[in-house]
Nanobody, 127 residues
Framework: QVQLVESGGGSVEPGGSLRLSCSTS????????IGWLRQVPGKDREGVAC???????FYKDSLEGRFTISRDKVKNTVYLEMNDLKPEDSATYYC?????????????????????WGQGTQVTVSS
């Protein structure tokens, strides 16, 4: 079955860390870009990070340095390590699979270009 399943969300205090996992099945990470996107109620979904087929990471400018995306191709899992979390990082985080054939640099942050989504995992940063 082709699917994405996120896990690892939760509640943390400001300055804390979380690692999100995206377990993939039914397709190979050798052929697809996987992104992490997030959404706050009432706002548009936004790209957080993605990892290319080559393993090259891309980040939302304001998050680079605090967030790290990685993958384990043996486990078919993509991770998002989030450090020094801030209240404004609170959101539902989704992993998603980018359509093939796109130029990653100009497409990865656009939610409409993803064609497979996980169910989302909630991250709440609050004291």
């Amino acid at each position: 079955q082709v699917q994405l399943v996120e896990s690892g969300g939760g509640s943390v205090e400001p300055g804390g860390s979380l690692r999100l996992s995206c377990s993939t099945s039914g397709f190979s990470l050798d052929y697809y870009v996987i992104g992490w996107l997030r959404q706050v109620p009432g706002k548009d979904r936004e790209g957080v990070a993605c990892i290319a087929v080559s393993g090259t990471p891309f980040y939302k400018d304001s998050l680079e340095g605090r967030f790290t995306i990685s993958r384990d191709k043996v486990k078919n899992t993509v991770y998002l390590e989030m450090n020094d979390l801030k209240p404004e990082d609170s959101a539902t985080y989704y992993c998603a699979r980018l359509r093939r054939g796109l130029t990653i640099r100009t497409s990865w942050a656009r939610p409409e270009l993803y064609n497979l989504w996980g169910q989302g995992t909630q991250v709440t940063v609050s004291s």
